[in-house]
């Protein structure tokens, strides 16, 4: 298996950087992966992260039309939050698997 | 994600017809390139235009005539002539519809939203809305202009662009 240190932790990835392990997850590290990806976190941001970790350990589907009625973040946020491919970009920063989901 | 030195970076999809399936084809093609970045266009003709209707977006039917691979539950194929029946069409459209909730597959109009939201671009075609006498008071709010062909091309073009025809 794959490790990747984030923030002085090693932290075990799948080939595509998601981490096999979401208990490894902490603030910090949500930091790095973040900066990796050119962002810088904000209140917001956190938030919207810990929504998709709660779905996840919950053992729910993440989709874009969820997130919408989140109450956390409206899409247009969402895509502006994480810009590019924001359902990846997110749950890669919230430590949780890939999302499986076509929509 | 893919070390593909060519990424799609804009796709232009067309969607010419009107049923449940066809439509939903498009909406999730277009929706899923914003998810991953890539600029999407949806261009409407012909039927497809129902899509973008604001009274007739929600309504969308699939069709249970003359489609060999319409299953009754259970497997068995649906024989042509149950579908001429009156109400089975939309029995049949319904329970389509419930199936897609259940997999928080939007109805049209929420889906509409999301791929705007999103960054995507709708567009429906001007020769179809003339022959059908649709006005752009008819269509749904996101939709950006009722174009030409010419215009779509134009707005399609770019690296890495690709056309799609449901």
């Known amino acids: 298996m794959a490790q990747k240190t984030y923030a002085g932790v090693a932290i075990d990835v799948n080939e595509e950087g998601y981490f096999t392990n979401p208990a490894q997850w902490t603030k910090e590290i949500a930091a790095a992966i973040a900066k990796e990806e050119g962002l810088e976190l904000t209140e917001k941001h956190y938030q919207v992260l810990e929504y998709l970790r709660n779905r996840h350990n919950g053992g729910e589907q993440l989709t874009i039309r969820g997130i919408n009625k989140s109450g956390v973040v409206d899409v247009k946020d969402f895509y502006q939050l994480f810009p590019g491919a924001p359902l990846k970009k997110s749950t890669k920063i919230a430590g949780i698997p890939k999302p499986t989901s076509c929509v | 994600m893919s070390d593909n030195k060519n990424p799609v970076k804009k796709v232009s999809i067309i969607c010419a017809k009107g049923t449940i399936e066809d439509v939903y084809a498009a909406l999730v093609m277009g929706n899923g390139a914003v998810m991953e970045g890539i600029e999407a266009n949806l261009f409407f003709t012909f039927f497809g235009l129902e899509a973008i209707m604001k009274k007739r977006m929600d309504n969308l039917h699939t069709g249970v005539v003359g489609n060999p691979a319409m299953r009754l539950p259970g497997g068995m194929r649906m024989p042509t002539l149950l579908g001429v029946i009156p109400g089975v069409e939309a029995m049949v459209s319904a329970m389509m519809k419930k199936e897609m909730d259940k997999l928080d597959v ?61």
């Open chain 2, 106 to 166: 939007p109805p049209v109009s929420e889906f509409i939203e999301l791929f705007v939201a999103g960054g995507g671009s709708l567009y429906a075609c001007k020769l179809a809305a003339d022959m059908f006498k649709i006005r752009k008071e008819d269509l749904s709010e996101h939709v950006k202009g009722i174009i030409t062909v010419g215009e779509f091309y134009e707005k399609a073009g770019g690296e890495g662009s690709h056309i799609i025809f449901t």
